[in-house]
């Protein structure tokens, strides 16, 4: 491995498919940071990867790779963070899965024949030679190819003092085996079946759990195998396929109709349709033409174009989703704290627990038949005529694995995998679990003008024409002098006029008096343009008859010009910053969300109120320069406390976007805004906002209901193992119920945000 200068901080990343709740993970980041050298240590369970900063002087990847091992757990692949390897983690998860239902049937053939034979020893016919039988059976399920890979992680476990997951069921099911083969020498109950039947569950649990998890990680599976494999580039003349891995930014790729694109990149010849909803979530095809950009993994649906590789790798849109989405399903929500403080404590208490259990059973058991009297009139596995070894075993095996903290492990990162899964199959993209819970308090939402609430360029929205002078005329000789100008107003007017259907005419003698007018000769008329002050030092006449319209546009936040032909005012034409068609929606769902909306511009005050009035916005701050948006933002918080979130779409908007406690970036601007931003709108519509707020409201709901139902789930069965109305078979049943609870319970949240046209959830 290379030297680097000492105190360099490498990165690494492991994959490591056992690391499956929040407690395996805090088990191997305390392994890891016990090593000399180690710097930040983040794991990632939605992912099952572990990512480490080190110092290569003094600690290499085979000592980490070891310390991993030891923790009782398997590492399947040791990469650099910049490896774009999602696809070979989708082929380990796939692999681990395959492995996990192979152990499952390996070691519940067995247990299935125990069963057949122990059902008519027990209750119809003694069979003869039952317990070598069963103890043949029940051998490669507790020790062979069933419990090895447990037993093997639990003894790392032990000797690494970290307790992890596993300790709980090789001391549910060895010692019992142990103990039943004491049936040869003395007449005793056979805990062999409950041995077997334990290993059984616990192995059915971890599949099932797999395969769960696979189902509330599948927006990242789905996103991984949407990219396309290879691509058509024109080299040398001709047209060859290579794989996208070798492409290079200025090769020029062929799409033909019905292909994906491979990579990110810009349309230099063609036209056609392409389905983007990969990335946006809009079903609508998006038309694209020359100078357009692409979207790797987006499909072309009909013309043929050819595209100039701008992005590949890591850099490409599709793989920032995959990482923004990787990140968000991998970081800590802060109320997760609570579940980590119980889990971190929580198996050297149970194995307490179950030792007080056993010693307390099998001393004064006579002082508890009571209870066990009791529950036999209602559970069918209570026996209170059982001897006191039996009632001590049967109590501490049941506390050992009715115990088993996979839920509260399991209750945050499922629902943030389901929950940014769903975001980001619609165009939401949260960065963080710390973002989702900080949005379900926001009370003041801000927002930029220019570019969020409006389009962000101007358009032609009013013509005033004198008496006798029809629109087509002013419109005529307003676009022929503006035709010659690159100013945005005066684009703003030849467009509006083009889409007029208004004839063009040449313009001569142009000329341009900087930010109050224009000139020029058209059809032999001399056509002067600007604003009130310019027409009226060049003596202009009639001009009066147009002041009250000129007040009334200019109330409405319009740049409104004048336009004169040979020395006479003939009317006005007036472009705006039109408002973005959904922005009265969302502003709507704001307010039904009880947010207080504030707008703050850098726009003058009549041209804010204009588009405050007309969109319903509750509160207006107007020419506030770039630097002093932080401190509205800061006083905002002085007011209303930490809950206020920004939705910006510029460079200027970043600081902005960091100061708020929720900084949301609308994802067609600019790439430092996303950077700075908590939520990326992918789609670039305010009304995502709303969407934004109703996903993380209902994912931190699922969150705390799966808390809820871990924590209770724990605290009432322990005690009930206890006393011995749990038979062990039952608690690893339960077990395996709890855990697959909590992940079926966050996979509830597709079910709420099914319909695109779905209504409020509850939260």
Not at 52 to 65: F, G, N, T
Not at 241 to 262: C, F, N, Q, S, T
Not at 550 to 558: I, P, V
Not at 565 to 583: L, N
Request: with cysteine; glycine share 10%; aromatic share 6%.
């Amino acid at each position: 491995m290379s030297k680097t200068m000492k105190g360099d901080k490498s990165r690494v990343r492991f994959t490591v498919p056992g690391m499956g709740s929040d407690h395996c993970a805090g088990i191997v980041k305390t392994s890891l940071k016990r090593l000399k050298g180690m710097g930040d240590v983040r794991t990632n369970i939605a992912a099952h990867r572990v990512e480490a900063h080190y110092d290569p002087e003094v600690l290499d990847l085979e000592e980490m790779k070891t310390a991993i091992e030891k923790a009782g757990y398997d590492v399947a692949q040791v990469s650099t963070l910049d490896n774009d390897d999602y696809g070979q983690d989708v082929a380990i998860e796939e692999a681990y899965l395959s492995q996990a239902a192979k152990r499952l049937w390996i070691a519940g053939i067995p247990t299935t024949l125990i069963m057949l034979v122990m059902v008519p020893h027990m209750f119809w016919q003694p069979i003869p030679g039952y317990l070598a039988i069963i103890a043949v059976l029940a051998f490669p399920v507790v020790f062979l190819f069933g419990g090895a890979a447990t037993h093997k992680s639990s003894w790392r476990s032990l000797t690494n003092r970290t307790f992890n997951m596993d300790v709980l069921i090789s001391l549910g099911s060895v010692p019992p085996y142990l103990i039943g083969l004491v049936g040869f020498f003395y007449t005793m109950t056979s805990f062999i079946e409950m041995a077997a039947t334990i290993m059984t569950f616990h192995l059915l649990g971890r599949y099932l759990e797999a395969k769960a998890k696979g189902r509330a990680s599948q927006a990242i599976r789905k996103l991984v195998t949407m990219g396309a494999k290879t691509a058509r580039v024109e080299r040398d003349g001709k047209e060859s396929e290579v794989p996208v891995k070798e492409l290079k930014p200025g090769d020029i790729m062929a799409i033909r109709p019905g292909d994906k694109i491979p990579t990110d990149g810009e349309v230099v010849d063609g036209e056609s349709h392409l389905d983007e909803s990969i990335a946006t979530g809009e079903s609508v095809p998006v038309y694209k033409s020359k100078g357009d950009t692409v979207i790797g993994a987006t499909i072309n649906k009909e013309g043929r174009l050819r595209v100039k590789v701008t992005k590949v790798g890591g850099d490409t849109f599709l793989s920032q989703v995959i990482k923004l989405v990787e990140q968000a399903q991998g970081s800590r929500v802060p109320i997760q704290e609570f579940a980590d403080r119980m889990t971190g404590r929580f198996v050297p208490i149970v194995l307490l627990v179950a030792l007080v259990s056993f010693i307390v059973w099998l001393l004064a058991a006579d002082t508890l038949r009571p209870v066990l009297e009791w529950g036999a009139g209602f559970l069918p596995w209570v026996d209170p005529d059982a001897s006191n070894l039996v009632l001590a075993i049967l109590s501490a095996v049941a506390v050992l694995v009715i115990a088993c903290p996979c839920a509260l492990g399991l209750a945050t990162p499922t629902a943030l995998m389901v929950g940014s899964g769903i975001g980001a199959e619609r165009g939401i993209l949260i960065r963080s679990g710390e973002a989702i819970q900080t949005f379900k308090d926001i009370q003041v939402m801000v927002l930029d003008k220019t570019g969020t609430i409006t389009r962000g360029q101007p358009k032609l929205t009013e013509v005033v024409t004198a008496k006798g002078v029809t629109e087509q005329e002013l419109l005529h000789w307003a676009a022929a002098v503006e035709n010659a100008s690159e100013h945005p107003i005066a684009r703003a007017i030849v467009e509006g006029a083009v889409e007029r259907n208004v004839s063009s005419a040449e313009v001569t003698d142009f000329r341009s008096t900087g930010a109050r007018g224009v000139s020029g000769w058209v059809d032999g008329a001399f056509v002067l343009i600007g604003n009130r002050r310019l027409l009226d030092e060049e003596n202009v006449g009639a001009l009066k008859d147009f002041d009250s319209e000129l007040d009334k546009l200019e109330g409405l936040g319009r740049t409104a010009v004048l336009v004169a032909v040979d020395g006479s005012a003939r009317g006005i034409v007036a472009v705006a910053d039109t408002i973005k068609q959904e922005s009265l929606a969302a502003i709507r769902g704001m307010h039904e969300l009880g947010l207080h909306v504030v707008m703050i511009t850098g726009d003058n005050e009549r041209a804010a109120r204009a588009v405050a009035n007309e969109v319903g916005i509750d509160e207006v701050q107007a020419g506030v320069l770039p630097a002093g948006k932080v401190d509205a933002v800061r006083k905002l918080q002085e007011k209303y406390g930490n809950y206020v979130a920004m939705v910006g779409d510029g460079i200027n908007d970043a600081p902005a976007l960091k100061q708020a406690n929720v900084g949301i970036a609308i994802g067609a601007g600019a790439d430092v805004a996303i950077e700075a931003a908590d939520v990326t709108l992918v789609r670039g519509e305010l009304t995502g906002v709303v969407d934004a707020m109703h996903l993380s409201r209902a994912t931190f709901g699922k969150i705390l209901q799966n808390l809820l139902w871990a924590s209770a789930y724990n605290v009432a069965a322990i005690p009930i193992a206890a006393v011995g109305l749990l038979h062990p078979m039952i608690g690893v049943v339960a077990m395996t119920a709890s855990s697959l609870s909590v992940i079926g319970n966050s996979l509830l949240l597709k079910r709420q945000f099914s319909s695109p046209k779905r209504k409020k959830p509850r939260t």
